[in-house]
Each structure stands twice: as C-alpha cells, then as structure tokens.
C-alpha cells in the first residue's frame, strides 16, 4: 500500500512568506526576514517570532531578498530551517514533496542554489517550483464552470508588480510586464514624507508599515481629495491622528476616529496628522512618476500587456483579470483599477476582474489545490531524477 506524501505549499514572497500543508485550510503567515530589535540584544527573531518582541520601535532588518531577488542565502536558510522545523511545519523531509513560488525572471545560478537546496540539503522527495501566478490562475481556472482559454494575473507585491499573462495554463513569457513599484517603495516613501513634515521615523519601518495599512486607501477622484486635504477642521473629513504605540501602554499604534481627529495629541500620546498622504502613497501604484520612476501605472500596464497580444487572445484575456498580492487589500483598489481600465479598453469587449477574498494567500490556495492534482506528479522532479540528471532536468521541466 503506497503512503501517501504529505505537500508543503511555500509561497516564498520577498516580504511575507505563506507556508502550510496541502491539507490545511490556511497558510502560516510569516515576515520573510530576521529581525533584531534594540529593547532586545541577546535575541534575534525569526520570522513570526517578531511577534514574541514587546519593543517593535527601531528594528534592524535582515532580507533575504534585495530587490526582489534571493540574494541572501545564509538567511533564507535560517528562516527555512525554522519555518520547516519544530517550531513550524515539522516537517518529515524525506517523505514530503514541496510546491513552492520563485520570482520571475529569476537568475539560473538563484535557481540551481534552490534546488541544490532543497534536494541535496532538505532532501525532499520531489520539488515542482513555480511562479506565484501559476498557482493564482490554476486556481481561478478551477473555480470557473466553464475553464477559461486566457487570464492575466495582476500580482501586485513587495518588491515589484508584475503583469503576466497566461493562455492554456502556458505564461506568455515575452509579454510580461513589471512596475518597479512594491508594497516596499510604497512604505519607503511613506517614511521620507512623514519625515520630512512631521517627525523622524527613517527607522520605524515596522510601524510606518502598519500605519500604511491601517489608513492607506485608494483614491476614487484625485483631484478632490486633494480639494478636501485642503480644508480646515470640520470640513476636512481625509485627515486622521494616527496614535503611534510606546509600547508600554500602547502596544500597536491605531487610528482616532473621524470625531476625535483634532491635530492635537492628548495627555502623553505621540500622533501622526496623515492628511493628504492617505492616498497620494497607494496613488503610486497608478502613477509610478510621482516619484520619478518613469512607468506605466497598474491598469495601463494590463491594458498596454493586452493590447501588446494576438488580437484573437484580447477578449478572453479582458474577461479574466486576476488582482493578486498584498497591495489589492488597499480599500478603493479594485474599484479604481476596474475605472480605469474600463476606461482605457475598447468598447466592443467586456471586462471581468476577479478580486480574491484574501489577495495575499491566493496563490497558496491555489498551490494547495495543484497538491491534490494528479498531474503534478508528472510536473515534479523527484529526487531520483535530480541525482540522475542534475539541474537540466528542473530547467526543462520547470516553466519559470
């Protein structure tokens, strides 16, 4: 009787890996980086150790990616090692198989250290590695009645966003486009903007980053949202104090509510006024320029990446648009990409966008459904046919 593998599912992003078993119902979140805090000498924090700190002010980062590549080995092992360990997945090598996520245009010489890795070090039965957005549209291929020929997936994450466009389950390598603008240039300019008007927070990137989630949105209509940013008092109903955590009575900085935002903090709070820099931050992912980096934004991208394909391929692709990655979870993003995109497509065809309930985890779902799919089998490579073959074998049979 054959036992049956247990499939480890790592979507090893750049700024939060997602890790689970094929048979859970949802991933480990974990912070793709090691971190040490100033309160803390003696310790480093793995992972999702961080949460384990009390002191979150200050913290020194250790990335295993540099612009959204794996550069950093020794740490991406730490962080493997503790992510598969007794602390983690407790995981059984030898009688598991792994599907796990790659960038794109990914280095030769990052994937060979990969596999060498996860079949020579681990030693993991067989290894089948992908793209993100693989896994995202197999997943939405399933989830439709009727299979659909074409999707593009939006996957708009940490480092960069990309487009990539797929037809019969095969990425359409030579059109996909990619937006040097991320989750961490976004935080980035959040940091300097907030430094060079209010106060000193180049080091707080752990807070800046929560305060970017917290109150960040999209904006609908530019224009008079910078009209309403404008305004005194009462009639400005942007602006918000955001409490900063001291972390001895404020453990995580929140948001006042619209009635309370005054301007002025109150006995011992530390605020952030965040006026007009809720939506001129996310307004980069639309207008990458605004900061000198001279791109398309995202719903030009995926029209220009559509319009850049076979005309016959067009209206299918228009009719599955796949919002994928951490910073669709902005409020007023898949409304404002819907507009504009509409707006920049021709009238004869019709436009769908798939919005995941959880952009960030959506590829893992769709890596642990790929588990459950008998042709992954012939997707894989097994160790045996690694020690026979050598790294020719993944680069023939891995499409990434």
């Known amino acids: 009787m054959a036992i049956k593998m247990a499939t480890v599912v790592l979507d090893n992003g750049a700024g939060l890996a997602k890790v689970g078993y094929s048979t859970d119902k949802n991933p480990r979140l974990m912070p793709n980086c090691i971190t040490k805090a100033k309160s803390v000498r003696t310790r480093t924090f793995i992972g999702d150790q961080i949460d384990d700190c009390k002191d979150l002010s200050g913290l020194f980062y250790l990335l295993p990616f540099q612009k959204g590549y794996l550069v950093n080995w020794e740490t991406q092992r730490q962080i493997w090692d503790y992510m598969f360990g007794k602390d983690g997945l407790k995981v059984n090598f030898h009688d598991s198989n792994i599907i796990v996520t790659e960038p794109y245009f990914n280095f030769h010489s990052v994937q060979e250290a990969m596999d060498e890795i996860f079949f020579e070090e681990y030693q993991f039965n067989s290894v089948f590695r992908c793209n993100p957005s693989f896994l995202s549209q197999y997943k939405h291929c399933k989830e439709k009645d009727q299979k659909p020929l074409c999707s593009i997936v939006l996957d708009a994450g940490y480092s960069f966003t990309h487009i990539i466009p797929y037809c019969k389950g095969k990425k ?25 008007r209010q106060l000193m927070v180049m080091d707080e990137t752990y807070v800046l980053n929560q305060l970017k989630e917290d109150v960040c949105y999209v904006s609908q209509d530019f224009m008079k949202d910078m009209e ?141 459904m790929l588990a459950k799919d008998p042709q992954i089998k012939k997707m894989s490579v097994t160790r045996e046919e690694y020690e026979e073959n050598g790294h020719n074998i993944c680069f023939e049979k891995f499409d990434v």
């Open 172 to 196: 359409l390598a030579e059109c996909t486009k990619r937006i040097d603008v991320g989750g961490k240039v976004m935080t980035n300019h959040l940091k300097e903007v907030i430094s060079y």
């Open 228 to 368: 309403i940013g404008r305004k005194k008092g009462k009639e400005n109903t942007i602006a918000r104090d955001y409490v900063l955590p001291d972390y001895t009575h404020i453990k995580r900085g929140y948001v006042k509510p619209l009635e309370e935002t005054t301007g002025r903090a109150k006995d011992g709070e530390q605020i952030i006024r965040m006026n007009n820099e809720r939506f001129t931050i996310p307004e980069l992912l639309f207008h990458p320029s605004d900061v000198g980096i001279h791109e398309m934004g995202v719903a030009e991208a995926v029209v220009h990446t559509i319009q850049s394909l076979p005309e016959e391929m067009q209206p299918h692709m228009y009719n599955n648009v796949i919002l994928t990655g951490g910073n669709c979870k902005m409020p007023g993003f898949y409304s404002r990409m819907e507009r504009e995109t509409r707006s920049m497509t021709p009238d004869e065809y019709d436009l769908c966008m798939k919005k995941p309930e959880n952009p960030s985890t959506y590829a893992w779902e769709g890596g642990t």
